[in-house]
């Protein structure tokens, strides 16, 4: 009974994964931990929890859950809603501090574009590391001594994850209509959820077959090819569908305005799933909605030491480390998803964010003010200027 429902859950938390699932914050004792155990931290979102305590199995640690707002970990960082507040809480609160004689702490990476390590360090005496990006890389990290390999710093967007993400677009698109077509037009509800779930599998599996064409760089000229996501785009793509099925149903004898309203609606869906916001469903892209995606990471070499914190977090790779010269490259820095985690982390503050018009973000304001849904620069609720 207890399988069941732990898939059940799972399954409905990835079929509406865009909405929060917030589970209670604390600490939870994985194995039979002691005082040398190592320390993992996490957001409060339920799937993540169940997946960080699933890829825990087997080894003795403590495993603080600490408040993202039952938002997955990657968006509450990048959104302000989850922060070096949170986790300087959960250190004070879940009595942590008693049961073990260490003061290391690991962060999940992804939290890095919103979490001060400093801040952190300087309010609770703990040193934090961003430990893998994804859970299941959890234990080989901590038996490897708490070293990362590149495979382990980068996002990937797998078969798995694709598939999760179609469904979790499919389901709300297809879930929202499904009542008034049943109502209206039954014989119609099972082709229009079909078409609404092949579209999106369609879109996210056969992803690696066009992602090439989203070129981020050429992007930046204007060239935009498969950014599904641009609000004018949508209505065109309607307007289209419109013209085509009154062409259709003249010719066929068979248009009426039940017929256009019918066919329109069901296309309108249709349209909602290919102008969904495919860069920003993806960890390898910037959103096309935001414009965040034009900026480009600068790197200031005479302030540059080679400390290579920029490295241990970039989750697309693009930094590597002249040892010789004690310096940062920037060799992958086209892979950029202006995540803003090496901005925030780099203790010299030799990297900030240059817009196209030749201005700077200075990493102050990208460590204080935060991104929202809609790509705006806000200050996190309760953080004051
Ligand atoms: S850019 Fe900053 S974090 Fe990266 S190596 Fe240089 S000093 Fe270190
Ligand atoms: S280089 Fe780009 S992707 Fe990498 S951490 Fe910096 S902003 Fe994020």
Same mark, same amino acid.
């Given at each position: 009974m207890k399988v069941i429902i732990y898939?059940?859950?799972? %399954? /409905?938390?990835?079929?509406?994964?865009?909405?929060?699932?917030?589970?209670r914050t604390g600490l939870i004792r994985v194995g039979n931990p002691g005082k040398n155990s190592p320390v993992i931290v996490t957001g409060n979102f339920d799937l993540t929890v169940e997946r960080v305590k699933k890829s825990l199995k087997g080894l003795n640690v403590y495993l603080l859950i600490a408040n993202s707002r039952g938002i997955n970990v990657w968006c509450a960082s990048a959104g302000g809603l989850f922060t070096e507040h949170d986790i300087i809480s959960i250190v004070k609160t879940s009595g942590i501090e008693d049961l073990v004689d260490h003061r290391r702490?690991?962060?999940?990476?992804?939290?890095?574009?919103?979490?001060?390590?400093? %801040? /952190?360090k300087e309010k609770t005496g703990w040193s934090p590391l961003f430990g893998p990006v994804y859970a299941e890389d959890l234990k080989e990290y901590i038996e490897n001594n708490f070293h990362k390999s590149e495979e382990m710093r980068t996002v990937r967007f797998d078969l798995l994850e694709r598939f999760e993400m179609a469904a979790a677009w499919a389901f709300p698109v297809s879930l929202i209509p499904a009542l008034p077509i049943f109502i209206f037009w039954r014989e119609l509800l099972i082709p229009f959820c079909l078409l609404i779930w092949g579209f999106s599998l369609a879109i996210f599996l056969s992803f690696p077959l066009y992602s090439r064409f989203i070129d981020p760089v050429r992007e930046r000229k204007g060239f935009i090819l498969f950014d599904f996501g641009r609000g004018g785009y949508r209505l065109l793509f309607w307007a289209l569908a419109l013209l085509a099925l009154s062409i259709y149903g003249?010719?066929?004898?068979?248009?009426?305005?039940?017929?256009?309203?019918k066919w329109g609606l069901i296309c309108l869906f249709v349209v909602l799933i290919l102008s969904l916001d495919l860069t920003g469903s993806t960890p390898v892209f910037k959103s096309g909605l935001h414009p965040d995606r034009l900026l480009k990471v600068v790197l200031a070499e005479d302030l540059c030491k080679g400390i290579s914190l920029c490295r241990e977090v970039c989750p697309r790779n693009c930094y590597e480390i002249d040892k010789e010269k004690h310096k940062a490259r920037m060799p992958r820095i086209d892979l950029c998803v202006q995540c803003g985690a090496c901005i925030v982390q780099c203790p010299r503050d030799a990297l900030c964010f240059a817009a196209p018009d030749g201005s700077t973000i200075p990493p102050e304001t990208i460590r204080k003010y935060k991104l929202n849904l809609l790509g705006t620069r806000k200050l996190p609720a309760g953080d004051k200027k």
């Open positions: 898939w059940a859950k799972n %399954i /409905v938390e990835t079929l509406l994964r865009l909405l929060p699932f917030p589970v702490l690991i962060l999940p990476q992804l939290s890095a574009t919103g979490i001060s390590r400093e %801040i /952190v003249i010719y066929a004898g068979t248009f009426s305005w039940g017929f256009l309203l």
